[in-house]
């Protein structure tokens, strides 16, 4: 028999979580995510469960986000109820995570994107080895910033979430502490360590005794340049703004904007200025009923996904192709 996708165990004071489909790269499917309830159900209200710690099997990942391949075949099929009960579960999980009322510590060494995110950014400590890496590449799958945050991301320090949100950044593990995404910076080697501390004790505030000063953020050079541009109002004026920069890291982002859905960066940058006055709860409904347009009444999610994860082309073609041609009344009409 093969082994379960998701395994939870209870050690010493703490209740364990192994995302582990590692040939995915730990990617959530609906499975997982039901045990991931059942988990925080159990776990909650347990006395001897003094924190949880969540950890990626494998050494590559921790969790490379949702199964977005699964929910594009139900939505070939016309199963909206299979795309309805994924988004609504995970963001419930999600949710769950963030009422928790106790430490929920994800170890994040290696690949962590979307919904993978989803899975930590809402409680801590976050830890982050130099080997993890984390990104919200929504925008190239012409989805959009979800699992709550649409809540986190506008209260980033400046344009930070902005720029995440729609260039799909890449931060390396000490970048997201200073980006605000992680909270502590632990060597991969100290983990095991670190570990079997909270194990013993049941104390997330042994975190601070492994945990050591991030290194300068790759991204400090462009820090000015990042709030400058990425705070304008809309898409076209962020890019007019990094046209003006005139710098070869401005002219880079300008190609990778011109690459994303220019329907999803529009819808993406809608929904993050929505979200600055919503709380997390507000934020998830918004994105449960944008995941009902844009999963079955766009064609950009499905094209996005067969570019990127299916045929793996690079080539998507998308409607409309162009920011330019984006109507937005009709991206406003999407957010009913």
């Known amino acids: 028999m093969s082994e379960p996708s998701l395994i939870l165990a209870r050690e010493g004071h703490a209740g364990t979580i192994l995302m582990n489909r590692p040939k995915a790269l730990n990617a959530l499917d609906l499975a997982m995510i039901r045990d991931f309830a059942h988990a925080i159900g159990q776990w909650r209200n347990n006395p001897e469960v003094k924190l949880v710690i969540l950890e990626g099997a494998g050494g590559k990942a921790f969790c490379a986000g949702g199964d977005v391949r699964a929910v594009r075949e139900a939505a070939i099929a016309g199963d909206r109820a299979a795309v309805e009960a994924f988004f609504a579960e995970e963001y419930a999980v999600n949710e769950g995570i963030a009422r928790f009322g106790k430490p929920w510590v994800s170890l994040i060494d290696g690949i962590c994107m979307g919904g993978g995110i989803g899975l930590a950014i809402h409680n801590g400590p976050r830890v982050v080895s130099e080997h993890a890496l984390l990104a919200m590449p929504e925008t190239a799958i012409a989805l959009f910033p979800d699992v709550g945050t649409s809540h986190v991301l506008p209260r980033l320090p400046g344009a930070l979430g902005n720029w995440l949100a729609l260039t799909g950044a890449r931060l390396k593990g000490g970048d997201c502490v200073h980006a605000g995404l992680a909270t502590h910076y632990v060597p991969r080697e100290r983990l095991p360590a670190l570990r079997a501390a909270l194990v013993e004790t049941g104390d997330a505030a042994v975190v601070e005794g492994f945990a050591e000063p991030p290194p300068e953020p790759s991204f400090a050079p462009h820090r000015a340049a990042i709030d400058r541009c990425f705070s304008q109002p809309s898409v076209l004026d962020i890019i007019a703004a990094l046209e003006r920069e005139g710098s070869d890291w401005a002219a880079e982002q300008v190609k990778v904007l011109r690459r994303m859905s220019p329907t999803s960066l529009c819808v993406s940058l809608e929904l993050l200025k929505r979200g600055a006055a919503l709380d997390l709860r507000g934020c998830l409904d918004e994105e449960l009923k944008l995941t009902r347009v844009v999963v079955h009444d766009h064609p950009d999610f499905r094209e996005g996904v ?25 991206i406003r009409a999407m957010f009913r």
């Open 306 to 330: 067969r570019s990127v994860l299916v045929d793996k082309d690079g080539s998507p073609r998308w409607s409309p192709p162009t920011l330019e041609e984006v109507d937005h009344a009709a």
